[in-house]
C-alpha cells in the first residue's frame, strides 16, 4: 500500500514503528504476558487504567501454581519493588465516580500506599471534565514494551478464549461471571517513546511532579513464551484528549475512524463494547453507500448491564443501528456471540473490546468506544496499524480471522475460506452449530427507549459544551463519601436536638458549664478531647475557644494550652514513627512544603508557623515527626507561638461564655475587645513575620 491514510495532527497523533507485536486476545493471554514483562521489569513500570484491583490474580490454575513470582498484582509488584529499589512503579488510576463504588475496589489509595513499598507510587487522576472518565489503558515497562488496548488490570476480566460458559476460574472479589472477550496489543520498537510521553505527561498533569525520566537502553523484557506476529509495521498513535483547564481538545480517534471508513472498498469488521455516536454512525453508512460491494459486520454484547447502559447504551444502539443501517440494510450487520448450554439457554460473551479491520490495510487496536464520550469526552489512546507489503495485508487479514474464528466456532482457516466467496457477510451469518455462532443484536427487548434522554445526559452526552466552558470536574470519591457521612452525622445531630430542645436553655447550660468547671476529672478530659481532637484534624483554634469558654479566661488557656501541646506531642510522635517517606507518600506535597521549612529554622520556624499556620494542626504535627527538628525545639516553638494567641483566646472565649449566659453592655464590650486584640495580634504578627522572612533572606 503506497498512500498512507495517516495525517498526523489530524487523525493522529505521531507514526512510528513497531518493530515486534503480537495481538492478546482475552484477558488470560494478556494476564500471563503482563506478569512475565512485569516479573522482568528493571528500570519503571507505567500503569494507566479506567480502573485497578490490588487483588487480582494475574495467574490461575496451573500458571500460579508453577510460577516462582506471586500471581496476585499486589504482592507481584511489591515483590519486585522491594528485591530492586532501583525499580519505581507508578500507578495512575481514574478517579472514578461514586457510581462505581459497589463494583471496585474500595479506596484503593489506601491499599496501596498503607501495603506496598516506597518506590511504589499511587494516584487517582481527577484532572477530566464532568461525566468524563480517564478511559487510557496502558502498560509501560522500563520504556522498552507497552501494553494498550480495552483492558484494565481489574475485577470481572480474566478469561480463557474457550469462554466456557461454567470456568470455575472465572471468579473474584465481585463473585463468578460470565464470558469475557478483550483484546490488548503488545508492541516494542521506536513507537514505545510515544507511550513514555503520554504517561509522563498524564503522570506529570495529575500528581503535580515528574515520573523518572526514560531510558531507552534495550532491556530483555519482551515475554519469551509469546510469539511476535506482527513485525516491522508503520502505525500511528490515534488519542482523544477533552478540553479541561490545562489542555486543549484533541479529537484525533474521531477523524482516523472516518477516514478508515472512507478508505474501505471490502469489508470493515467491528467489535467493541458500545455502538452509540450518531456521528459515527453516519460516516459509516455513508461509506456504504458509496460502494454497493463494500459489507460491515459489527459484534457487540447481547444484553446489558444495569439500567443506564439499557437507557442509555443499549437504546442509543438502536439510533445507531437505524441510522447506519439506512438504505444499505443488505451490507451490514450487528451481532452478539453465543453459545446454546445444555438447558436451552443461550450464554452470550461481553464484548469489551475495541477493534476496527478496513480490508486487509488497516487495523486499529485500542481504548475508544464508538460512543459520544470516546469521541470528545474521555480520554482515549488507539493504535492503527497500515500495512506497507503483502505479507503485513496477510497478517492484518489473520487478525480478522482469528477474532471472527473465536466468535462463529471455526477455525482461522475456515474463516479466510469464507472470505473467499462472494457474499462472505451472509456466509458467517449462516454457520449453525453448538459451538459459538452469531446471534442478531434484538435491543428492543431491553429498553423502549422511554428514558433515554435523562440517561444519555449522564452516560453518554452529546453536548459537552458546559463542562468545557465551565471547567466543570466530577467530584473526588472520598469527597463526595465525605459529603454523605457529614449529611448523615448532621441528621444525627439535628433529631437529638429536636427531640431534646427543652435542655437547650440558659439554665440548663449555665449548670452544665459550672458542673463541667467543678469536675475533678476536667483537666483529664480537656486533654484526652485535644488528642482525640488531633487524629480526626478537629481545629485547635475552636476547641481553645470552647475550653476557655467552660472554663473562663484564667483555667481556659492553661488547660488549654498543656491539651494543645499534648495533642502535637502525639502527633510528632506519629510523624517519627511513620517515617519522612512513608508518610510523605500517603499526604503529598503540602507536608513536603512544611518539612522543608523545620529543616531551614528551628525554634523560631516553629514559632512562627503556629502564629500563622500553613495546615491544618495535625498535619504540621506531624510533618514536624517526619522533619529534621528537634521535638525540644518543636514543643517550645509551639508554646511560644501559641501563648499570646491562647490568651486572647480566653478572654474571646470566656466573653461569648457571659454574653450568652448574661449579655450585659459590659460583657458585649469585652467580647468586642478579645475579638479585637485577636485581629491585631494576628495582623502585626503577620508583618513581624515577613519582616523576618525579609532579613533572614540572602
Excluded at 471455526?410 to 446471534?439: C, G, K, S
Excluded at 452544665?512 to 484526652?528: G, N, Q
Excluded at 486584640?677 to 513581624?688: E, H, K, N
Aim: a neutral charge.
Amino acid at each position: 500500500m503506497n498512500e498512507t491514510v495517516f495525517k498526523p495532527s489530524e487523525n493522529c497523533w505521531k507514526t512510528d514503528e513497531i518493530k515486534r507485536g503480537t495481538l492478546l486476545v482475552d484477558s488470560a493471554d494478556f494476564y500471563r504476558a503482563v506478569h512475565a514483562a512485569m516479573s522482568r521489569a528493571r528500570k519503571s513500570i507505567f500503569i494507566l487504567g479506567w480502573d485497578i484491583d490490588s487483588g487480582i490474580a494475574l495467574l490461575r490454575g496451573e500458571d500460579a501454581k508453577r510460577s516462582a513470582d506471586p500471581s496476585v498484582l499486589i504482592e507481584l509488584l511489591s515483590k519486585k519493588a522491594r528485591e530492586n529499589p532501583e525499580l519505581n512503579i507508578y500507578i495512575l488510576i481514574w478517579d472514578s465516580s461514586v457510581a462505581f463504588v459497589g463494583e471496585r475496589e474500595f479506596l484503593p489509595e489506601l491499599v496501596w500506599t498503607n501495603n506496598t513499598p516506597e518506590n511504589i507510587h499511587f494516584h487517582l487522576d481527577s484532572t477530566i471534565p464532568l461525566w468524563g472518565s480517564h478511559h487510557q489503558k496502558i502498560i509501560l515497562i522500563d520504556d522498552q514494551l507497552v501494553f494498550t488496548g480495552g483492558m484494565d488490570l481489574a475485577r470481572q476480566r480474566w478469561d480463557e478464549r474457550s469462554h466456557h460458559p461454567e470456568d470455575p476460574l472465572r471468579m473474584d472479589a465481585n463473585g463468578s461471571y460470565g464470558p469475557f472477550h478483550d483484546v490488548q496489543i503488545m508492541m516494542d520498537g521506536p513507537i514505545v517513546k510515544s507511550f513514555s510521553e503520554i504517561v509522563r505527561v498524564r503522570w506529570k498533569s495529575s500528581t503535580g511532579y515528574e515520573a523518572k525520566n526514560p531510558d531507552f537502553n534495550p532491556s530483555a523484557v519482551w515475554p519469551p513464551p509469546f510469539p511476535v506476529s506482527l513485525e516491522n509495521f508503520r502505525a500511528a498513535v490515534a488519542r482523544t484528549i477533552p478540553k479541561t483547564e490545562t489542555t486543549s481538545e484533541v479529537h484525533e480517534i474521531n477523524q482516523m475512524y472516518r477516514d478508515l471508513f472512507k478508505s474501505a472498498t471490502r469489508f470493515i469488521y467491528i467489535e467493541n463494547q458500545y455502538f452509540s455516536s450518531k456521528e459515527m454512525a453516519r460516516a459509516l453508512n455513508a461509506a456504504l453507500k458509496n460502494n454497493k460491494e463494500l459489507h460491515a459486520l459489527l459484534i457487540s454484547s447481547y444484553d446489558p448491564q444495569g439500567i443506564f447502559e439499557s437507557e442509555a447504551m443499549w437504546a442509543n444502539r438502536i439510533d445507531f443501528k437505524r441510522i447506519a443501517s439506512r438504505g444499505v440494510e443488505n451490507q451490514i450487520r450487528f451481532a452478539s456471540s453465543g453459545i446454546k448450554t445444555q438447558d436451552g439457554n443461550i450464554c452470550y460473551k461481553r464484548i469489551h473490546s475495541k477493534v476496527l479491520v478496513v480490508d486487509d490495510h488497516h487495523c486499529t487496536v485500542g481504548s475508544a468506544n464508538l460512543t459520544n464520550r470516546s469521541m470528545d469526552l474521555d480520554t482515549e489512546c488507539d493504535v492503527v496499524l497500515e500495512a506497507q507489503d503483502l505479507i503485513q495485508r496477510k497478517q492484518i487479514q489473520h487478525i480478522r480471522n482469528d477474532l471472527i474464528a473465536e466468535h462463529v466456532g471455526l477455525t482461522t482457516a475456515e474463516v479466510e475460506e469464507l472470505f473467499t466467496r462472494q457474499n462472505p457477510l451472509a456466509e458467517i451469518f449462516n454457520i449453525q452449530h453448538d459451538a459459538y455462532r452469531l446471534w442478531e443484536i434484538e435491543d428492543t427487548k431491553f429498553t423502549t427507549q422511554t428514558f433515554q434522554s435523562m440517561a444519555s445526559t449522564f452516560a453518554d452526552p452529546e453536548d459537552t459544551d458546559i463542562q468545557k466552558t465551565l471547567h466543570l470536574k466530577n467530584p473526588r470519591k472520598v469527597l463526595v463519601i465525605s459529603l454523605l457521612l457529614a449529611l448523615v452525622s448532621f441528621m444525627i445531630i439535628g433529631s437529638f436536638v429536636r427531640n431534646h430542645i427543652s435542655w437547650f436553655s440558659t439554665e440548663s447550660i449555665h449548670a452544665f458549664l459550672k458542673s463541667a468547671r467543678s469536675s475533678p476529672w476536667s483537666f483529664l478530659i480537656v486533654c484526652a478531647a485535644y488528642v482525640a481532637g488531633g487524629f480526626v484534624l478537629f481545629p485547635v483554634t475552636l476547641m481553645s475557644l470552647l475550653t476557655a469558654a467552660v472554663f473562663g479566661s484564667l483555667w481556659g488557656p492553661i488547660y488549654g494550652m498543656t491539651g494543645a501541646l499534648l495533642s502535637a506531642a502525639v502527633m510528632f510522635g506519629l510523624g517519627h514513627w511513620a517515617g519522612l517517606k512513608g508518610t510523605r507518600r500517603f499526604l503529598g506535597d503540602r507536608i513536603r512544603s512544611i518539612d522543608a521549612k523545620f529543616q531551614k529554622t528551628g525554634v523560631i520556624g516553629v514559632t512562627i508557623l503556629r502564629l500563622i499556620p500553613i495546615a491544618p494542626y495535625s498535619l504540621v504535627n506531624i510533618a514536624a515527626g517526619i522533619s529534621s527538628v528537634r521535638f525540644i525545639d518543636f514543643i517550645l516553638g509551639t508554646f511560644l507561638g501559641f501563648l499570646p494567641a491562647f490568651i486572647v483566646k480566653g478572654l474571646v472565649g470566656d466573653s461569648l461564655t457571659q454574653v450568652f449566659l448574661n449579655p450585659t453592655k459590659k460583657t458585649v464590650i469585652y467580647l468586642t475587645l478579645g475579638i479585637g486584640l485577636w485581629i491585631l495580634l494576628t495582623v502585626g504578627t503577620y508583618f513581624f513575620t515577613k519582616r523576618w522572612q525579609n532579613r533572614a533572606s540572602p
